[in-house]
């Protein structure tokens, strides 16, 4: 089972169990979190497209560590101008595992709609 799920405002696919790194994330380290904008959900073969996300489906995560990506030189030069302006970036990043995919989506609204609609019985 898998899903595509935006999460800071990139598209990942995810697994239960699997390690990313992604955009950094405002909550501290150890702390769950939960995604609610899922793209698409495979559950073996059943597939399911949202439009634009599936309602009632959720992923929840673990924040494993906040660490910074590599260092990215930015050199910029004007010949025979004399301007020459050397910079370095490094990205902040988040490491989360995934713990559970929850929901399939348009069943479970289903259900739950059913459950709160009453039952009409007849009388005889």
Known sequence: MYAIVEIAGQQFKVENGRKLYVHRLEAAEGDSVSFDKILLIDNDGQVKIGTPTIEAATISAKILKHLKGDKVIVFKKKRRKGYA???????QFTQIQIETINGTGESEAKAVAAAEEPEIVEAV
């Open 85 to 91: 302006v050397k910079n370095g970036h490094r990205q």
